[in-house]
């Protein structure tokens, strides 16, 4: 009996890796707890704006651990090198501090830990130059990180974002970009989230495109009580002028 592929289905084939020149991306954060009238990126890492001063020039990150249990562990970098083109590196936690990587990155927007058959029991903190620019929280073994640069030759299709606030807290949201060779950011999507009105969701009917090397950032304006915080957002990628044949 012969295979049957279903090919009607766009989404389905780009995850297959059928579509020529696409990919995709699925991005979420949780900030564990923004203070009221604070406004932080929602990332692993409480009341802070991400610091994305730290990546005024590629560099090599060290991976920190909190608890001597992790030792065994092993996490997964996955970002961008110095021409914005995609990197990844696994580093052992060897040591409490200083575990370096071989190679130079521009950006990290995921981290997850490997090699250990259970996930992470202390902090892992990643660092650039000693700035944390990401962390695996206790218990998660992954970053949950609403931040993402679009790679070198892609352009980035923003086709739905969704974000949530723990119950009794509210704030407003917003999806800023730094669209490549601008110097600031800029509002893309605002929206607002409150504890009793359920999962904010909003679907582009014409996919909002990002081009290649602008950064993501999703960000909470908190109101009158603090919380916890989550965001996601879908990306196609696809390769810039992709030809035929």
């Not at 297959?16 to 890492?45: E, I, M, Y």
């Not at 501090?97 to 830990?113: P, Q």
């Not at 490997?114 to 650039?128: A, E, Y």
Request: aromatic content about 10%.
């Amino acid at each position: 009996m012969a295979n049957y592929y279903p090919m009607d289905n766009m989404f389905l084939n780009i995850a297959r890796g059928l579509v020529k020149g696409t990919s995709f991306v699925h991005k979420f954060g949780a900030v564990p707890s923004l203070s009221t009238a604070t406004t932080g990126t929602v990332w692993d890492v409480n009341d802070t704006i991400y610091p994305w001063s730290a990546w005024d020039t590629a560099g090599t990150i060290t991976v920190d651990r909190a608890n001597a249990g992790d030792a065994s562990l092993s996490v997964t970098i996955i970002g961008l090198d110095s021409d914005y083109n995609a990197l990844q590196e696994t580093i052992a936690l060897t040591n409490a501090t200083g575990n370096a990587s071989t190679n130079s990155f521009k950006r990290v927007f995921r981290a997850f830990a490997t090699d250990d058959g259970s996930t992470n029991i202390g902090l892992i903190s990643i660092k650039k130059g000693g700035t944390t620019i990401a962390a695996i929280t206790a218990g998660k073994g992954q970053t949950l990180m609403a931040v993402y640069t679009v790679p070198a030759g892609y352009t980035g299709y923003l086709c739905k974002g969704t974000a949530s606030a723990q119950a009794g807290a509210d704030a407003t949201g917003d999806m800023f970009v730094r669209y490549f060779g601008q110097t600031t950011f800029r509002v893309g999507h605002s929206f607002e989230v409150d504890g009793d009105g359920g999962q904010y969701t909003y679907d582009f009917t014409v996919p909002l495109p990002i081009p290649a090397k602008s950064d993501i950032d999703v960000r909470m304006s908190t109101r009158s009580n603090n919380g916890r915080y989550t965001a996601a957002f879908d990306i196609i990628l696809i390769k810039d002028n992709l030809g035929g044949g």
